[in-house]
Structures are given as structure tokens and as C-alpha cells.
């Protein structure tokens, strides 16, 4: 359950929000706070005014795992798993335990053969992958992805939502501006201006969007 | 007016490119994954990465420019006029395309990306080269940014324009298709024959091929049209 009360911070303004569903679409136009939000649910930002709960706890309190939309600007480490390897050694995991986890997840990635490379090497979708697979290996209760899909090519952005929804994380936070994956999301919230315009399942919000282009494409040539 | 690629080579640690084929007036669209050498194809078109073996020749070509991907990469200027003045420029004109007019005084890193790249879109646009090449020009933007820029790119009437994007909702009315797969550049055709055998067609066009409608370009309102025609 993610619980939002009295939400003050920058832009965003959001009284009262209770959403319990696992896979959660953030759409909205450039602009409508939706980084913001991300940034407030993932801890990375106290709220100005209000409050903030993930699985009944402040997100400070949950892991949380990120994916950004930038990879370059989350990358810290030169080679790729060291990268990976990053997430359980900050946690002081033991050495075989850090190098399973590090081998578990790019498998589930299907970047073992990027592991020894160098990062800078990469494409940027590839950083995207190894960044995906930078939060997993911390088995995240709580996986945020902020446009992560904005630079992938289909057959890559598929993989991503494969891993997601393969993934443990009790909630997943996905911002995306394709609204053909978020039609496939058990809830979307629709922003505007720093406000929740909409939210319900993908049925209920896009409905109130018919009239944008806001609307899937997929419904548009199949319905 | 046209670039011809003449079996072109290019490697760079364990990725080879290799393309062959000719760009003619119009715009054309460089699909294909991640990884898979747009960018790279991209830089040998501009001519800011030689060819190990082949060339990239250009007939009638006297100007060419290239949007990068990441619209910050372009930014030289502390003020968001002086950046459109330095790609040489009237300040009011780009930034009255750009929708950024009461910008001009503002730094251009305090602009969210998607009016970074309006703004860097305006700029290559005004300028009007002969040669303009697009690498994902549509990425970052909302639906509504996509549609206008999709809008920018229709109105221009001359030269060759060069879209490298993986983009699967909003696109432009396109001339031809190429798909890059592992490096290897392939020439699908012009529009509409080549739509059938794109291979990364985004999934809205997939879906209306497979109910039988044969649609006249690559864009969500052609295939809902061809949709219509078939479906009475």
C-alpha cells in the first residue's frame, strides 16, 4: 500500500492518495511532477509538507530500488559489475553472496556477456539494463522507474518490463511516456500541473483521456 | 541531392558497422534496437566519424547538421537567446517555434529536457540544411511535444532528412524506412511498400497490418484510416 497525505513539495500538490496496487503507471505531460513524485515515493526527497508511506513505513525505512532516466548520471563504478556488485557491497554482503546476486541478476537481465565491460563502452540503452539490473540486486520491496524506457528500442523496453514484472518488489512505480505499457499496469495515475488529474485502473483514467493523445495507440487501432 | 553510402565500413572495439545504399531528398527513418549503430551511423552521415573502408559521398550536399540525442550536448550559451544565437540565428524567431519566448533571459539547463529539445529541434530546423539528421528526436518528449515536432519535421519541403529513432507512438509521415540490426544497415524501401516488411514496426501499425489494412504511411492516423477503408 503507498499512502500520500497532505503532499506539499515544489509543485506537487496532493491531498490524499491511497493506492494498493503493485504495478503503478505515472503518466502525464513533461513538466506535471511526475520525477517529483518518483523522487518523494523512492526517499530521495523529503516532502516540504505532508507524508509520504510505503508498506505502512517512510520510504527511508523500505529499499527501494531506482532506475533513472539518465543512467549516466546514476553509474558510478567504471566497469559493469562492479556496478551491479555496488548494491549488496554497500550493504556489507559477504564477497560469494555479492558475486551470486551479481550473476543471478544479470541473467535475469540478459546482460551476463556486458559484465566484464567497461561502462563507458555502452550504448546508452545497455546502461539502462545494467542500471535495471544495479536495482534488482538488492531485491528492492519497492522498484521506481523514472522514464527508464524513454531510450530503449521495443525489444529492449519488453525485456524491462519482463524483469519488472518478474521482480519480487511488492510495488513497482513505473513513470513512462508510453501509454501502451501503461495500459498494462494494474493502476495509472494521470498528473497535470503537480496534481493526481486521474488515477484508477488503466480503463478508468484512460477513458477521461480519449480525447489526447494521452490515449494507447493500441486501443486506438483495436477497439 | 543525395548521400550515397558505398559500402561503408566502420569498427570501433568489438561493433562493426556496415551500410550501403542512397539517401534522396526526403525524410527517411533509421529504426532499429538499442545498441545497434544509429548513433554511429548517424556521426559517419555527418561526417564527424570516418569510414575505415567505403565512404559516405554526398551529391549537391553544402550543409548538413546534426541534432545529438541528448539536447544538452548542444548547449554553449548561458542564456537560452544567445544559444539560439549561436547556431547563428534570430533569437526571436527559434525561440517563438521553440514556444520558449518568454524563456529568453533563462538559463538553458533550468528548461526541463523535453524543452531543451524543442528548442534544439527549432534551432536545426530554422537552419535548414540540406542534409538533416535527427538522432532520436522524439525521446524525453510527452505525446503532445512528439506531435508537434512530428508537425516541425512534416513542413519542411527540401533536402534529406534523417529521423535514427526507436520511437513507437508518435512518428512522422516518412518517405523511406531502414532498420539497423547488429550493425548492419538495411534499406526497407519507400513508403507505403516497405511498411509490410519493417520489422520493427511500432506495435499500432503491426496490429493494423494484421487485420488486412494496407496503410499509406507509418503514423498512427494512417493506420486507423486504413483501418476505416477496410473495415467500411
Given at each position: 500500500m503507498i499512502r500520500i497525505a497532505d503532499l506539499r513539495h515544489r509543485l506537487l500538490d496532493i491531498p490524499g492518495l491511497a493506492v494498493d496496487a503493485r504495478h503503478i503507471a505515472v503518466i502525464g505531460p513533461n513538466g506535471s511532477g511526475k520525477t517529483t513524485l518518483l523522487s518523494v515515493c523512492s526517499g530521495i526527497e523529503e516532502p516540504e509538507a505532508g507524508s509520504v508511506l510505503l508498506l505502512d513505513r517512510p520510504p527511508s525505512a523500505v529499499k527501494v530500488g531506482w532506475v533513472g532516466e539518465f543512467p549516466d548520471r546514476t553509474l558510478l563504478f567504471s566497469r559493469v559489475y562492479d556496478e551491479i556488485a555496488s548494491t549488496p557491497r554497500f550493504r556489507h554482503r559477504p564477497c560469494p553472496e555479492t558475486d551470486r546476486a551479481v550473476r543471478a541478476v544479470a541473467e535475469v537481465v540478459g546482460i551476463r556477456h556486458l559484465l566484464g565491460k567497461k561502462v563507458a563502452a555502452l550504448s546508452g540503452g545497455e546502461k539502462a539494463l545494467v542500471a535495471l539490473a544495479a536495482a534488482c540486486a538488492g531485491d528492492p520491496e519497492v522498484l521506481v522507474l523514472d522514464e527508464?524506457?524513454?531510450?530503449?528500442?521495443g525489444v529492449t523496453a519488453e525485456r524491462v518490463q519482463r524483469v519488472v514484472r518478474e521482480s519480487a518488489a511488492a510495488h513497482v512505480l513505473w513513470c513512462t511516456q508510453s501509454m501502451d505499457v501503461a495500459a498494462t499496469a494494474d493502476c495509472v495515475l494521470f498528473m497535470e500541473n503537480g496534481r493526481v488529474r486521474h488515477h484508477g485502473t488503466p480503463e478508468e483514467v484512460f477513458s477521461a483521456l480519449e480525447e489526447t493523445c494521452f490515449y494507447p495507440t493500441l486501443w486506438r487501432v483495436s477497439r | 541531392m543525395r548521400v550515397e553510402l558505398a559500402d561503408l565500413v566502420f569498427s570501433q572495439d568489438s561493433f562493426t558497422l556496415r551500410g550501403s545504399g542512397t539517401f534522396d531528398e526526403g525524410v527517411h527513418l533509421v529504426s532499429g534496437p538499442v545498441g545497434s549503430g544509429k548513433s554511429t551511423l548517424a556521426l559517419l552521415l555527418a561526417g564527424l566519424l570516418r569510414p575505415e573502408r567505403g565512404a559516405v559521398r554526398r551529391h549537391g550536399v553544402l550543409t548538413t547538421q546534426l541534432l545529438l540525442q541528448f539536447p544538452e550536448h548542444h548547449i554553449t550559451s548561458p542564456t537560452i537567446a544567445g544559444e539560439a544565437a549561436s547556431w547563428g540565428l534570430v533569437p526571436e524567431d527559434a525561440l517563438a517555434l521553440a514556444e520558449l519566448?518568454?524563456?529568453?533571459?533563462?538559463?538553458?539547463?533550468?528548461?526541463?529536457r523535453g524543452e531543451l529539445k524543442r528548442l534544439t529541434l527549432a534551432c536545426a530546423l530554422l537552419r535548414d540544411p540540406d542534409l538533416l539528421l535527427l538522432d532520436e528526436p522524439f525521446s524525453s518528449l510527452d505525446c503532445t511535444a512528439k506531435r508537434r515536432a512530428c508537425r516541425m519535421l512534416e513542413k519542411r519541403d527540401a533536402g534529406i532528412t534523417v529521423v535514427f529513432s526507436h520511437e513507437r507512438a508518435v512518428l512522422p509521415r516518412v518517405d523511406a524506412i531502414w532498420e539497423m540490426e547488429e550493425g548492419v544497415l538495411a534499406a526497407r524501401g519507400s513508403v507505403p511498400d516497405a511498411i509490410p516488411s519493417w520489422q520493427h514496426a511500432p506495435p499500432y501499425l503491426r496490429c493494423a497490418l494484421e487485420q488486412g489494412a494496407r496503410p499509406m504511411n507509418i503514423r498512427l492516423s494512417d493506420a486507423r484510416e486504413a483501418l476505416c477503408r477496410i473495415r467500411g
Amino acid at each position: 500500500m503507498i499512502r500520500i497525505a497532505d503532499l506539499r513539495h515544489r509543485l506537487l500538490d496532493i491531498p490524499g492518495l491511497a493506492v494498493d496496487a503493485r504495478h503503478i503507471a505515472v503518466i502525464g505531460p513533461n513538466g506535471s511532477g511526475k520525477t517529483t513524485l518518483l523522487s518523494v515515493c523512492s526517499g530521495i526527497e523529503e516532502p516540504e509538507a505532508g507524508s509520504v508511506l510505503l508498506l505502512d513505513r517512510p520510504p527511508s525505512a523500505v529499499k527501494v530500488g531506482w532506475v533513472g532516466e539518465f543512467p549516466d548520471r546514476t553509474l558510478l563504478f567504471s566497469r559493469v559489475y562492479d556496478e551491479i556488485a555496488s548494491t549488496p557491497r554497500f550493504r556489507h554482503r559477504p564477497c560469494p553472496e555479492t558475486d551470486r546476486a551479481v550473476r543471478a541478476v544479470a541473467e535475469v537481465v540478459g546482460i551476463r556477456h556486458l559484465l566484464g565491460k567497461k561502462v563507458a563502452a555502452l550504448s546508452g540503452g545497455e546502461k539502462a539494463l545494467v542500471a535495471l539490473a544495479a536495482a534488482c540486486a538488492g531485491d528492492p520491496e519497492v522498484l521506481v522507474l523514472d522514464e527508464a524506457d524513454s531510450h530503449l528500442d521495443g525489444v529492449t523496453a519488453e525485456r524491462v518490463q519482463r524483469v519488472v514484472r518478474e521482480s519480487a518488489a511488492a510495488h513497482v512505480l513505473w513513470c513512462t511516456q508510453s501509454m501502451d505499457v501503461a495500459a498494462t499496469a494494474d493502476c495509472v495515475l494521470f498528473m497535470e500541473n503537480g496534481r493526481v488529474r486521474h488515477h484508477g485502473t488503466p480503463e478508468e483514467v484512460f477513458s477521461a483521456l480519449e480525447e489526447t493523445c494521452f490515449y494507447p495507440t493500441l486501443w486506438r487501432v483495436s477497439r | 541531392m543525395r548521400v550515397e553510402l558505398a559500402d561503408l565500413v566502420f569498427s570501433q572495439d568489438s561493433f562493426t558497422l556496415r551500410g550501403s545504399g542512397t539517401f534522396d531528398e526526403g525524410v527517411h527513418l533509421v529504426s532499429g534496437p538499442v545498441g545497434s549503430g544509429k548513433s554511429t551511423l548517424a556521426l559517419l552521415l555527418a561526417g564527424l566519424l570516418r569510414p575505415e573502408r567505403g565512404a559516405v559521398r554526398r551529391h549537391g550536399v553544402l550543409t548538413t547538421q546534426l541534432l545529438l540525442q541528448f539536447p544538452e550536448h548542444h548547449i554553449t550559451s548561458p542564456t537560452i537567446a544567445g544559444e539560439a544565437a549561436s547556431w547563428g540565428l534570430v533569437p526571436e524567431d527559434a525561440l517563438a517555434l521553440a514556444e520558449l519566448s518568454a524563456r529568453a533571459d533563462d538559463d538553458p539547463f533550468h528548461l526541463s529536457r523535453g524543452e531543451l529539445k524543442r528548442l534544439t529541434l527549432a534551432c536545426a530546423l530554422l537552419r535548414d540544411p540540406d542534409l538533416l539528421l535527427l538522432d532520436e528526436p522524439f525521446s524525453s518528449l510527452d505525446c503532445t511535444a512528439k506531435r508537434r515536432a512530428c508537425r516541425m519535421l512534416e513542413k519542411r519541403d527540401a533536402g534529406i532528412t534523417v529521423v535514427f529513432s526507436h520511437e513507437r507512438a508518435v512518428l512522422p509521415r516518412v518517405d523511406a524506412i531502414w532498420e539497423m540490426e547488429e550493425g548492419v544497415l538495411a534499406a526497407r524501401g519507400s513508403v507505403p511498400d516497405a511498411i509490410p516488411s519493417w520489422q520493427h514496426a511500432p506495435p499500432y501499425l503491426r496490429c493494423a497490418l494484421e487485420q488486412g489494412a494496407r496503410p499509406m504511411n507509418i503514423r498512427l492516423s494512417d493506420a486507423r484510416e486504413a483501418l476505416c477503408r477496410i473495415r467500411g
